[in-house]
T-cell receptor, first 113, second 114 residues
Framework: QQQVKQSPQSLIVQKGGISIINCAYENTAFDYFPWYQQFPGKGPALLIAIRPDVSEKKEGRFTISFNKSAKQFSLHIMDSQPGDSATYFCAASTHQGAQKLVFGQGTRLTINP | ETGVTQTPRHLVMGMTNKKSLKCEQHLGHNAMYWYKQSAKKPLELMFVYNFKEQTENNSVPSRFSPECPNSSHLFLHLHTLQPEDSALYLC?????????????FGPGTRLTVT
């Protein structure tokens, strides 16, 4: 199965709070897990990515937590700001053949001021 | 950002029309992609080109016909589309097909089929 399941579909967080988006996958051949951020009228843009040899990666307020045994990974946004309001997509791919990203369904995040 | 541009940004076409979407990348990348983004569905990979050669066709109907004349340009030719083909069509590029190279997306073409 190539599917990547993402939850929740939508999320509302107060300014300054922590936003958490979760993804789960089945294909154990996946070895690259990026998160993309998409604003209205724009294409997705890479936010942060992780390889399965580490359990956590942090870049500023954004952290990916990765649980290889559970086949799950999540995005944490600390001190969430109104400017973080966007749609977030998790994705996964393997090193076999072309880089084919399999995307989750997306999470629409709204940060209330 | 102007790394990957797409034209037109919006397109309305009838089911019997023929139109083309254009993508251009200014990043010196070698691989280019077409994706379809529909409401409440994951982004769907349609086609992959590497050094102008098609390496992936993700079971896309023949009414969608891609063309890659060089590594900087990618076209999607459309004919006899169906209303369910209405979606945002995104182009992306990457340095090459290595697994951890970032894909850069264009802003997309919003297609409506009437």
């Amino acid at each position: 199965q190539q599917q990547v399941k993402q939850s929740p579909q939508s999320l509302i967080v107060q300014k300054g709070g922590i936003s958490i988006i979760n993804c789960a996958y089945e294909n154990t051949a996946f070895d690259y897990f990026p998160w993309y951020q998409q604003f209205p009228g724009k294409g997705p843009a890479l936010l942060i990515a992780i390889r399965p040899d580490v359990s956590e990666k942090k870049e500023g307020r954004f952290t990916i937590s990765f649980n290889k045994s559970a086949k799950q990974f999540s995005l944490h946004i600390m001190d969430s700001q109104p400017g973080d309001s966007a749609t977030y997509f998790c994705a996964a791919s393997t090193h076999q053949g072309a880089q084919k990203l399999v995307f989750g369904q997306g999470t629409r995040l709204t940060i209330n001021p | 950002e102007t790394g990957v541009t797409q034209t037109p940004r919006h397109l309305v076409m009838g089911m019997t029309n023929k139109k083309s979407l254009k993508c251009e990348q200014h990043l010196g990348h070698n691989a280019m992609y077409w994706y379809k983004q529909s409401a409440k569905k994951p982004l769907e990979l349609m086609f992959v080109y590497n050094f102008k050669e098609q390496t992936e066709n993700n079971s896309v109907p023949s009414r969608f016909s891609p063309e890659c004349p060089n590594s900087s340009h990618l076209f999607l030719h459309l004919h006899t589309l169906q209303p369910e083909d209405s979606a945002l069509y995104l182009c992306a590029s990457t340095r090459d097909l290595g697994v951890s190279y970032e894909q850069y997306f264009g802003p997309g073409t919003r297609l409506t089929v009437t």
